[in-house]
T-cell receptor, first 113, second 111 residues
C-alpha cells in the first residue's frame, strides 16, 4: 500500500470557504509535491518542497497556499476558490528532487460550488 | 503543441492480445522517460522507466527513440487487470525534479 496518505479524500466547499488539504508521507522522503488533475487534462505540477523549502511555484494563483512544516507533512490551504478549481489534488513524495520516482497519495477530490 | 502527447484511446482489446501505445514529446532536452499507470479514480503509480536501450519487465516492453522523440509501451498477453490509463511522463534535463505528464491512454481489456 502507498506510503503517502491524504485527507480528506473528498471535499465540497463553497467559494467563500477556507479549507486545508493534508498530506503525510511515511517513506522518509525529503521532497514533496502538489499536483492538480482536472478531467481530460494531464497532471499539472503546482508546488515542490525539498527539505521543507519551497523550490517551485508553478504560477499557481494565490488562493492556493502551501505549507510544509516538516519533511513528512504537506498542506494546501484553500480560500476563495473558483468552480474551475474543482479537480483531483494529488500529493507525491520522492527521496529527493533529483531522483525520478515519485510516490503518489490517493488524492483529494475537490468540488467547489 | 502539448509537451507530451498521447492518443487518449480508449484501446479496446480482448484478453491475450498485444497492444502498443506511443507517446511523443516536444522538448529535445528531455532526459528521463517513464510510464505510469493510473487506475480509475486512483493515484498514478510508476510502471517502468524507459531506457535508451529499451527495457522489458515481464509482459511489458518500453522503447525510446530519441531521434524521433517518441516513447512506446508494448503489452503482451493482455490481462483484464491491465485495464487502466497509461501515462507517458518526461523529465527535462534543465529541471531536476519537474515531471511532465501526458494526458494518458486508456486501455480496456475485455474477456
Amino acid at each position: 500500500e502507498t506510503g503517502v496518505t491524504q485527507t480528506p479524500r473528498h471535499l465540497v466547499m463553497g467559494m467563500t470557504n477556507k479549507k486545508s488539504l493534508k498530506c503525510e508521507q511515511h517513506l522518509g522522503h525529503n521532497a514533496m509535491y502538489w499536483y492538480k488533475q482536472s478531467a481530460k487534462k494531464p497532471l499539472e505540477l503546482m508546488f515542490v518542497y525539498n527539505f521543507k523549502e519551497q523550490t517551485e511555484n508553478n504560477s499557481v494563483p494565490s488562493r492556493f497556499s502551501p505549507e510544509c512544516p516538516n519533511s513528512s507533512h504537506l498542506f494546501l490551504h484553500l480560500h476563495t476558490l473558483q468552480p474551475e478549481d474543482s479537480a483531483l489534488y494529488l500529493c507525491a513524495s520522492s527521496q529527493d528532487t533529483l531522483l525520478d520516482e515519485q510516490y503518489f497519495g490517493p488524492g483529494t477530490r475537490l468540488t467547489v460550488t | 503543441r502539448k509537451e507530451v502527447e498521447q492518443d487518449p484511446g480508449p484501446f479496446n482489446v480482448p484478453e491475450g492480445a498485444t497492444v502498443a501505445f506511443n507517446c511523443t514529446y516536444s522538448n529535445s532536452a528531455s532526459q528521463s522517460f517513464f510510464w505510469y499507470r493510473q487506475d480509475c479514480r486512483k493515484e498514478p503509480k510508476l510502471l517502468m522507466s524507459v531506457y535508451s536501450s529499451g527495457n522489458e519487465d515481464g509482459r511489458f516492453t518500453a522503447q525510446l527513440n530519441r531521434a524521433s522523440q517518441y516513447i512506446s509501451l508494448l503489452i503482451r498477453d493482455s490481462k483484464l487487470s491491465d485495464s487502466a490509463t497509461y501515462l507517458c511522463v518526461v523529465k527535462l534535463r534543465d529541471s531536476s525534479y519537474k515531471l511532465i505528464f501526458g494526458s494518458g491512454t486508456r486501455l480496456l481489456v475485455r474477456p
